[in-house]
């Protein structure tokens, strides 16, 4: 394991943990993944079949405390150390107080912010032993403001307010603390959670979505996983507490003070 930097990233096997996951396979780092479903793990594998025996993916659940304690007990058996634990495992159910049900509420609490905590507790140890490591928690814009579900931006928020409160807990063991907020990024996370059942949705969601970020394009998942690569390396060994949105500029987005077709302002 000499030299060899170990990153461990929930969720990698789809979309922006995906792409992280091959991101970091560059330099000859070690990548480990946990998620849940074989199923999404061997359609990883075939869209990107160059991961094969790149990437350790570990069965798990992050919103399942035993499930964490035996990924710590492998990773300390088998890789000593881990130098990036990036917290991208997500679920998201559309609903406003109305119409959100307690069940899919306390699903997106559990998996998006208790996730990452217990993730970060439960692998303290490995992390410390690093010298010099990095947590990252992929966020959303949404918690950043309301967004379409009133339990994911509430636990994107908390997720935030975690980056936040890790960065003097974990300071003094060199170990940095950041939040990447994506806008709206291509991938399976809205057919997987049943918010879209056919194409021809997805891409009228796809186009609403373009034309509210000021630079004209929704995201790509290689677009957060340049963010990672750079949080990550050394370049960024001063950077800790940063809420970083990548998101096409949708954070600044002003259209709502007067529609650009009644506007009359020059
Ligand atoms: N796509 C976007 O537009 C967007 C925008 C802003 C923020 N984000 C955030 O970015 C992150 C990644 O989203 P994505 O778009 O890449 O979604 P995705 O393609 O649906 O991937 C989600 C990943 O999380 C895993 N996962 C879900 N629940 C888990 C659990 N309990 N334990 C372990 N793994 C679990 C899934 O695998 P299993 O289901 O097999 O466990 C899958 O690998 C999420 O946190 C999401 O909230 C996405």
């Known amino acids: 394991m000499e030299n060899k930097k170990v990153y461990l990233i929930t969720g990698g096997s789809s979309g922006i943990g ?8 560059a330099n000859n780092s070690q990548v480990i ?3 849940r479903s074989e199923e999404k793990i061997n359609r990883a594998l075939n869209e990107k079949p160059q991961l094969k025996g790149k990437v350790d993916f570990i069965p798990g659940d992050v919103s399942n405390e035993e499930s964490i304690t035996q990924l710590r007990n492998y ?13 991208s495992a997500g679920v998201i159910s559309v609903g406003n107080l109305q119409t959100l049900n307690s069940d899919d509420w306390q699903k997106m609490l559990d998996v998006n912010l208790t996730g990452p905590f217990l993730m970060t507790k439960t692998l303290l140890p490995l992390l410390k032993k690093a010298n010099g490591a990095s947590v990252i928690n992929i966020s959303s814009i949404a918690g950043l403001r309301p967004g ?11 997720l935030d ?16 603390v950041n939040s990447i907020n994506p806008g709206l990024v291509k991938t399976h996370l809205h057919f997987d959670n049943d918010l879209i059942s056919n194409q021809q949705d997805y891409d ?8 509210r970020h000021p630079l004209k394009k929704v995201g790509e998942p290689q677009d957060i996983a340049n963010m990672v ?6 370049e960024a060994s001063w950077i800790s507490g940063a809420i970083v949105p990548v998101a096409g500029g949708v954070t600044e987005e ?6 650009k077709e009644d506007a009359i302002l020059k």
């Open 75 to 87: 990773i300390e058996k088998k890789y000593e150390v881990i130098h990036g634990l990036i917290n």
């Open 33 to 35: 993944s946990i998620s």
């Open 204 to 211: 009228k969601m796809v186009e609403g979505a373009r034309v």
């Open 148 to 158: 379409t579900s009133i339990g994911y931006s509430v636990s994107k928020a908390g």
């Open 229 to 234: 690569k750079f949080l990550v390396s050394d």
């Open 161 to 176: 307010m975690l980056t936040r409160f890790l960065v003097a807990d974990l300071g003094p063991y060199n170990i940095r």
């Open 18 to 25: 995906l792409a992280i996951a091959e991101a970091l396979t």
């Open 254 to 259: 002003n259209s709502f003070l007067m529609p």
